[in-house]
């Protein structure tokens, strides 16, 4: 009788002291149905995840700046030592690299900075006028007065940058007001495609342009903003199609070779 008593809600199973006191330790450790986790694991977790974005944007930063250029080998096993990390670490800032087109991960290769074909330069050029093309008529349709204020706002900080600010700088800008169009176009589908197509276009500008140009002509910019003020829809466009023609053409895919080392090329050195 005894025993039946000790037997209940165990379903019928004999329960030892030790099993009731793991059991009474595992519900003691769960709050809500979520396991509790230790305060050094989520420190682990962050300093994982910090050393990963620093990975990336070391690496982003060194293609943008023009030290790593295409072609350049990124061994897992010397951004191990340079980060002090492992390499699950340093494979997951690789795969947001990849993600981006920064890099490339080649098959039993490892990494190297991307190097763009012309062919798929004009594509990527290609579908940035079509959708520059497709987003300017209904910039013209939808804006206000104070949308046309906050471009010409932005046309002014592109015009100081020019004359007092690095190239990289005039990029920045220069992707911002095109995205600011995009926004303006209510359609945040074709906003959000022109992000993507906007960030390869600036990451192959910032390789392969030649130093001392800037990445988008301020005098262009505001002809393309005075056209669609004054509600000329067809010569915005045909100006924003010259313009991205033009951008297209000073891009130069010349792979020059590394006689740095990879510290130095990430700004480590």
């Not at 682990?44 to 070391?58: F, L, P, V, W």
């Not at 600011?180 to 960030?199: D, H, Q, T």
Request: net charge positive; with cysteine; charged share 25%.
């Amino acid at each position: 009788m005894k025993q039946a008593k000790d037997k209940g809600r165990t379903g019928g199973r004999t329960e030892s002291r030790g099993q009731a006191a793991a059991r009474t330790s595992t519900k003691t450790a769960t709050t809500l149905g979520r396991p509790k986790v230790r305060p050094s694991a989520l420190v682990a977790a962050d300093t994982a995840g910090d050393a990963e974005t620093r990975i990336y944007q070391s690496v982003l930063g060194g293609v943008m700046g023009q030290r790593l250029l295409p072609g350049t080998k990124l061994p897992e096993a010397a951004l191990c030592e340079l980060f002090g990390v492992g390499r699950s670490v340093v494979q997951k800032a690789l795969q947001r690299l990849a993600h981006d087109h920064v890099v490339e991960l080649r098959p039993n290769r490892g990494a190297v900075v991307a190097m763009p074909t012309r062919e798929e330069v004009v594509k990527l050029f290609e579908a940035r006028r079509a959708l520059e093309g497709a987003i300017l008529p209904l910039v013209a349709q939808s804006a206000t007065k104070a949308d046309f204020a906050m471009l010409r706002r932005q046309l002014r900080e592109e015009h100081h940058a020019m004359h007092s600010a690095p190239q990289t700088e005039w990029a920045r800008l220069a992707s911002t007001f095109h995205l600011k169009l995009g926004e303006l176009s209510g359609n945040p589908l074709l906003a959000r495609y022109l992000m993507e197509v906007i960030s390869r276009c600036a990451l192959v500008v910032a390789i392969f342009q030649p130093p001392g140009n800037a990445a988008c002509e301020h005098d262009e910019h505001a002809r393309v903003v005075d056209f669609l003020e004054r509600g000329k829809v067809k010569e915005a466009v045909a100006e924003m199609d010259a313009h991205l023609r033009d951008l297209e053409s000073h891009i130069q895919l010349v792979e020059e070779p590394a006689g740095r080392s990879l510290a130095d090329m990430l700004g480590l050195g």
